[in-house]
């Protein structure tokens, strides 16, 4: 009415619940690597999504599995701002039970600051 933007939330299932029961179902299970070794081995094509830069949030990756991703990215983060910020912490890498076979995208300039993110995201 006022030119206001109001938000409007969904719920959609996860890829795991949508594919439940199903015997060609992906193995939400496995870690990336893991996942395509079986799809190499059944010769069943891996759907992988990689957006760019804050394009894989996780709704994007959410709604990338519902129409059949196999494997999705994160968008890329800054490895310098991740380690230092809580806040970053919180706000760039946010997952959920549903979100597995993810990659996480870390940029850095120094080798130190990338072992340190992703020391930091392999605990969270």
Not at 66 to 71: A, E
Request: aromatic share 8%; hydrophobic share 40%.
């Amino acid at each position: 009415q006022n030119g206001a933007m109001t938000s409007t939330s969904i719920s959609l299932p996860s890829a795991a619940e949508k594919f439940q029961g199903d015997a060609n179902a992906p193995p939400f299970h496995l870690r990336p690597i893991e996942l395509i070794e079986e799809y190499q081995a059944s010769k069943r094509p891996v759907l992988i999504a990689a957006p760019m830069v804050r394009w894989s949030k996780l709704p994007f990756r959410e709604l990338c599995r519902n129409w059949g991703c196999d494997i999705v990215y994160s968008q890329m983060v800054v490895a310098d701002g991740f380690v230092n910020s809580q806040a970053s912490r919180d706000v760039e890498i946010q997952t959920c039970d549903g979100d597995q076979a993810s990659v996480i995208q870390l940029a850095a300039s120094e080798p130190q600051v990338f072992v340190d993110a992703a020391k930091l995201n392999c605990k969270r």
